[in-house]
């Protein structure tokens, strides 16, 4: 998604910000085991890189009662959104418009920790990503970090061509970028070290979804796997395309099922330690 500018969550405002809020659960669960590995001690100045609607965000908060985070996205509706959601801790959150490959030229003071759960895979440019958070952590601070990584989704990527690959969808989503951005955990140790990091770490987690029903599953594609798709479809294709994966998903994995792998990221800013 915009693979040119190498910017997080693609074109802003593309994102139906409310639809990605409600159906983002398996998110939720997912920051909840990244901020287990934080090991917060609740007075961190923190870093979430891409804060999407700001529901794993308002998890961060929890474990930060006297702590402040800065939460960064590029997409307004999701920011919009997360305003929404953060109201009961305005006062402990700064809300930042940025493209994460610039980070630094936009905060002016470090933080201690940079958190970020299902963003990295959306940036195409892992190493500005990595230069960038590196620069504003502050010496001794550390990255705590998921995405999607290594083989995930690659059967729901296999159907999702497939099915673009018929009439009507063909002549309009042929040569468009629609996929993220999925690395291995041995480049991303290799790209945080050429970044300046120390102790990086990094290892594939698989974390397969199935959801209650296709229904469910159709909901989720759209505000989530398929953002691209259906913002490169006319209105008038959209649900059918939609429909058209979710059906060959369930023919051929017997459940509305995802086949996520997570890729975890740890690693630190050598200096004294907070």
Do not use: K
Request: aromatic share 8%; proline share 7%.
């Amino acid at each position: 998604m915009d693979a040119a500018a190498g910017r997080e969550r693609g074109r802003p405002g593309d994102w139906e910000a409310a639809r990605y809020h409600q159906v983002a659960r398996p998110h939720a669960g997912w920051g909840l085991g990244v901020l287990d590995r934080a090991r917060l001690a609740g007075d961190e100045r923190v870093l979430d890189a891409g804060c999407g609607s700001g529901r794993v965000t308002a998890q961060l908060l929890e474990r930060l009662p006297t702590g402040h985070v800065v939460a960064a996205d590029v997409s307004p509706a999701m920011l919009e959104q997360a305003r929404a959601t953060l109201a009961p801790y305005a006062d402990r959150v700064t809300f930042v418009q940025a493209d994460l490959t610039q980070i630094d030229r936009v905060l002016t003071e470090p933080v201690e920790v940079v958190f970020s759960t299902a963003v990295f895979h959306w940036i195409n440019d892992h190493p500005a990503l990595f230069r960038a958070l590196f620069t504003v952590l502050a010496p001794g601070g550390r990255l705590i970090a998921q995405c999607g990584g290594g083989p995930n989704l690659a059967r729901f990527m296999q159907v999702t061509d497939a099915v673009a690959a018929r009439p009507p969808y063909q002549p309009i989503l042929a040569g468009h970028q629609l996929w993220r951005f999925y690395a291995g955990p041995e480049e991303t140790e290799q790209r945080l070290r050429a970044a300046g990091f120390t102790d990086a770490t990094a290892w594939l987690e698989p974390s397969p979804q199935t959801f209650a029903s296709a229904a469910e599953l159709a909901s989720y594609g759209r505000a989530v796997v398929l953002t691209n798709h259906v913002a490169s479809l006319p209105a008038e294709l959209q649900d059918a395309f939609v429909a058209a994966v979710t059906d060959e998903i369930v023919r051929r994995e017997g459940a509305p099922t995802l086949d996520y792998v997570r890729l975890n990221l740890e690693a630190r800013r050598d200096g004294p330690e907070h």
